[in-house]
């Protein structure tokens, strides 16, 4: 089946500092890309998606190109806050029958931005 | 606002016992899901659901019942919990089974 791998954490950076949560996925289709964000005793949520390959999808600060040639799908920050400490997961849709989708998430990734 | 909601937030079972988690949405949406959480696992699949009165298998389903009375609801069951079923477990909910909305999860540990 398909896969998902990132950077292994925990990642620690300072503030100000950049960020790069490597992304990398295994699939013989053509899959929705994800990254989702999950904060301090809350459920994971949507980040930004990307459909398309060769696309960039961004929000609050935080980018990632769609790279299907290199099936890598690299989430960037150019300046980190401490509000940005959380679980980042990588994530792709997979389609195991023409009536259904469902999301295959990477192992997370741990952020911590101290001051 | 649209919410996903879970009950109970925590819960501590007893090895044989049997453990039910709920999940409510708000959202109107046809696809449900369960995940469990485990350290570097990430999140895996367990059960879903895209209609009332049916539920499929995910990836890991051993061990784990679901049920689906109605389209707001949906529920895991451990029919025998174990010591490996301790985890978090979140439900989500989705419109078009692509984008999930998540529930704060439950974290339970077995003993």
């Known amino acids: 089946g398909d896969s998902v791998t990132q950077t292994e954490g925990p990642v620690t950076l300072s503030e100000g500092t950049s960020l790069t949560v490597n992304c990398s996925y295994e699939?013989?289709?053509?899959?929705?890309l994800f990254w989702y964000v999950q904060y301090p005793g809350e459920g994971p949520q949507l980040l930004f998606k990307?459909?398309?390959?060769?696309e960039k999808g961004s929000s609050r600060g935080f980018e990632a190109t769609y790279n299907k040639e290199a099936t890598s799908f690299h989430l960037q920050k150019a300046s980190v806050q401490e509000s940005d400490s959380a679980v980042y997961y990588c994530?792709?849709?997979?389609?195991?029958?023409?009536?259904?989708?469902?999301?295959?998430f990477g192992q997370g990734t741990s952020l911590s931005v101290v001051p | 606002e649209a919410a996903v909601t879970q009950s109970p937030r925590s819960k501590v079972a007893v090895t044989g016992g049997k453990v039910t988690l709920s999940c409510h949405q708000t959202?109107?949406?046809?696809?449900m899901y369960w995940y469990r959480q485990d350290t570097g696992h990430g999140l895996r699949l367990i059960h879903y659901?895209?209609?009332?009165?049916?539920?499929e298998k995910g990836d890991i389903p051993d061990g784990y019942k679901a049920s689906r009375p109605s389209q707001e609801n949906f529920s895991l069951i451990l029919e025998l919990a174990s010591l490996s079923q301790t985890a978090v477990y979140f439900c989500?909910?989705?419109?078009?089974?692509?984008?999930?909305?998540f529930g704060p999860g439950t974290r339970l540990t077995v003993l």
């Open positions: 659901s895209y209609v009332a009165d049916s539920t």
């Open positions: 699939t013989k289709q053509y899959p929705t």
């Open positions: 994530a792709l849709s997979e389609r195991p029958s023409s009536s259904f989708s469902k999301l295959v």
């Open positions: 989500a909910s989705s419109w078009d089974n692509y984008e999930q909305y």
């Open positions: 959202n109107n949406h046809d696809y």
């Open positions: 990307v459909p398309k390959a060769n």
